[in-house]
């Protein structure tokens, strides 16, 4: 019954901004890596930031950096990705994951959707126009 569901998603336009949320139920993921990623159709998906399970470190995609901000509320058993100076580049569908196996300093791993991640939400997608 464990699962996470992302919401916040919709259409915007190039420069405009968007907060996602990432809710968790069924358990608590306080001490999983919590990760965002993207995909667009026929393309690999792709890493987007994640954070650790305190909160206390993240790590952002170059594309993300200095744009995208990665947060959680571990009370809440959620998790959060504000999305600013959105391009059409940006528009992808995106999802949610927390890694029950994920050692932070396993970089590789945190930043590979296939390395660790076992729980996916469904995704919420995103559109920037013009």
């Known amino acids: 019954q464990e699962q996470l569901a992302e919401s916040g998603g919709g259409l915007v336009q190039a420069g405009g901004s968007l907060r996602l949320s990432c809710a968790a139920s069924?358990?608590?993921?306080?001490?999983?890596?919590m990760g965002w990623f993207r995909q667009v159709p026929g393309k690999e998906r792709e890493f987007v930031a994640a954070i650790d399970s305190t909160g206390d470190n993240t790590y952002y995609a170059d594309a993300a950096r200095d744009r995208f901000t990665i947060s959680r509320d571990n009370v809440k058993n959620a998790a959060y990705l504000h999305l600013n100076s959105l391009t059409p580049e940006d528009t992808a569908v995106y999802y949610c994951?927390?890694?029950?196996?994920?050692?932070?300093?396993?970089?590789?791993?945190?930043?590979?959707?296939?390395?660790?991640?076992?729980?996916w939400g469904q995704g919420t997608q995103v559109t920037v126009s013009s």
């Open positions: 069924g358990r608590i993921f306080s001490n999983y890596v």
């Open positions: 994951a927390a890694g029950s196996r994920l050692k932070w300093f396993w970089r590789v791993a945190v930043t590979t959707p296939s390395q660790g991640y076992d729980y």
